[in-house]
T-cell receptor, first 113, second 112 residues
C-alpha cells in the first residue's frame, strides 16, 4: 500500500523552539512538495524538490524555515525559531512526473503557543 | 498573488442534485488542472484532472470542464451523495513542471 508518511501527526511546542517535520515519499517518486494549509491561502507551496535537489523554495520564510532531503526516502521541514503564526497543518506530497497527480500525506498539525 | 482562485468558500447542495464547483486561474501558462478532495484530519486526495488540450473529462459521477478562453474550470458531481461532503481544491501546473498551485478550497455540504 504505497502512501506518503508524515511524522509527527500532531506537534505542540512553545514559541522559540525548533520544530522538525518528517516525510517519507512514495518509493520511486522523484518529486517532493511541502505545503501549508491556512484558512486564507488554502494550500500554499513552501518548497519542492526533484531528485533531492531543491527547485523552488520561494514560498518559505528563509530566516526561520529550512527544507532538506538527506536521502530519497526522507524529506524534512524545520522551523527555528517557531512562532505562533506558524501554527497550521503542514502537508508533504510526492509525485513521479509532470502532468500527473501528487499524492499527499496526512499532514502534521503544528500548534505553537 | 493568487493565481488560482475559488471564489466560493462554501456550497450547500441537496442529496441527489448536481454540485458545481468553480475555479478561475490567471496564468495562461497553466496547462494541466486537477481537483482534490479533502476530508477533515486527512490529506487531500486526487479526484480528477484535465489537460489543456481537452475541454471535458469524465470519471463516473465526476466531470471536469475547462474553458481556456475564460480561464475557468468547473467540477460537476451528479448525483451528489452525502459522502461527497468535503473541501474541494482545484490546482494547476505548467508544462513540464510538477509544481501544483492550489486555490483556497470550497467546502461542499450535501444535505440529505
Amino acid at each position: 500500500d504505497a502512501r506518503v508518511t508524515q511524522t509527527p501527526r500532531h506537534k505542540v511546542t512553545e514559541m522559540g523552539q525548533e520544530v522538525t517535520m518528517r516525510c517519507q515519499p512514495i518509493l520511486g517518486h522523484n518529486t517532493v512538495f511541502w505545503y501549508r494549509q491556512t484558512m486564507m491561502q488554502g494550500l500554499e507551496l513552501l518548497a519542492y524538490f526533484r531528485n533531492r535537489a531543491p527547485l523552488d523554495d520561494s514560498g518559505m520564510p528563509k530566516d526561520r524555515f529550512s527544507a532538506e532531503m538527506p536521502d530519497a526516502t526522507l524529506a524534512t521541514l524545520k522551523i527555528q525559531p517557531s512562532e505562533p503564526r506558524d501554527s497550521a497543518v503542514y502537508f508533504c506530497a510526492s509525485g513521479s512526473r509532470p502532468n500527473t497527480e501528487a499524492f499527499f500525506g496526512q499532514g502534521t498539525r503544528l500548534t505553537v503557543v | 498573488d493568487q493565481q488560482v482562485k475559488q471564489n466560493s468558500p462554501s456550497l450547500s447542495v441537496q442529496e441527489g442534485r448536481i454540485s458545481i464547483l468553480n475555479c478561475d486561474y490567471t496564468n495562461s501558462m497553466f496547462d494541466y488542472f486537477l481537483w482534490y478532495k479533502k476530508y477533515p484530519a486527512e490529506g487531500p486526495t486526487f479526484l480528477i484532472s484535465i489537460s489543456s488540450i481537452k475541454d471535458k473529462n469524465e470519471d463516473g459521477r465526476f466531470t471536469v470542464f475547462l474553458n481556456k478562453s475564460a480561464k475557468h474550470l468547473s467540477l460537476h458531481i451528479v448525483p451528489s451523495q452525502p459522502g461527497d461532503s468535503a473541501v474541494y481544491f482545484c490546482a494547476a501546473s505548467m508544462q513540464g513542471a510538477q509544481k501544483l498551485v492550489f486555490g483556497q478550497g470550497t467546502r461542499l455540504t450535501i444535505n440529505p
